[in-house]
C-alpha cells in the first residue's frame, strides 16, 4: 500500500510567501501511520521554502532532486523548476513519480506538478495534496475579505482544510520568506 496524502497551502501577500502544511502520513483509506512528518522544508542556504505531497518516497526524491537543481542553477528558482520538470518528462523513473511539489522563493511561487509542468498560480494562493482544494477556498476567501497576514491565512487555512480532510491534521509546519 502506498503511503499518501497531505495538503500543503502557499500564500504570498504584502511581500511575504508563506508555505504551511499539516503532518499527517496515511497509509490506504484508513490508516494513519504519523501525525508529526514534517512535509514543507528550507533549502538553497534557506533562500527557498519547499512543501511536498504525494507518495511519501516519491516526493522525498523530487524533493532531493530539485535540490540538486537549485545548486546546479545557483538558486534560480524557475530555471531550477523548468530543468526539474524537464528531466521529470524524459526519465522513465522519474515519470512514475506519485509527487507535487510548491516552491518559492523571495520573488516566485511556483507549483511544479505530478506531470512535470510548472504553474504559476495568477494569485499568489495555490495549495497541493488531498485537502488542497479545501485550503485554497479558505485561503483565497480569507485573502478577499480580510487583513490577515500570509502567514495567519495560511495557518488559518490549514485548520480549515484538517477541519473537513480526513488526511489532513491540525499538527503544521509553516514556513516563511
Same mark, same amino acid.
Given at each position: 500500500m502506498d503511503m499518501h496524502a497531505t495538503t500543503i497551502v502557499a500564500? #504570498? #501577500?504584502e511581500g511575504k510567501t508563506v508555505i504551511a502544511g499539516d503532518g499527517q502520513v496515511t497509509m490506504g483509506q484508513s490508516v494513519v501511520l504519523k501525525n508529526n512528518a514534517v512535509k514543507v522544508r528550507r533549502m538553497y542556504n534557506d533562500k527557498v521554502i519547499v512543501g511536498f505531497a504525494g507518495s511519501v518516497a516519491d516526493a522525498f526524491t523530487l524533493s532531493?532532486?530539485?535540490?540538486e537543481m537549485l545548486q546546479k542553477f545557483s538558486g534560480n528558482l524557475l530555471r531550477s523548476a523548468v530543468e526539474l520538470a524537464q528531466s521529470w518528462r524524459g526519465d522513465r523513473y522519474l515519470r512514475n513519480l506519485e509527487a507535487m511539489m510548491i516552491v518559492a522563493d523571495h520573488e516566485k511561487l511556483l507549483i511544479i506538478s505530478g506531470d512535470g509542468n510548472v504553474i504559476e498560480p495568477e494569485s499568489g494562493i495555490c495549495a497541493i495534496g488531498s !485537502? !488542497?482544494?479545501y485550503a485554497l477556498a479558505a485561503a483565497k476567501s480569507l485573502a478577499k475579505h480580510t487583513k490577515m497576514t500570509a502567514r495567519q491565512i495560511a495557518t488559518e487555512a490549514m485548520k480549515i482544510a484538517g477541519d473537513i480532510c480526513v488526511f489532513t491534521n491540525s499538527n503544521i509546519t509553516v514556513e516563511e520568506i
Open positions: 500564500v #504570498r #501577500r532531493s532532486r530539485f535540490e !485537502g !488542497g482544494n
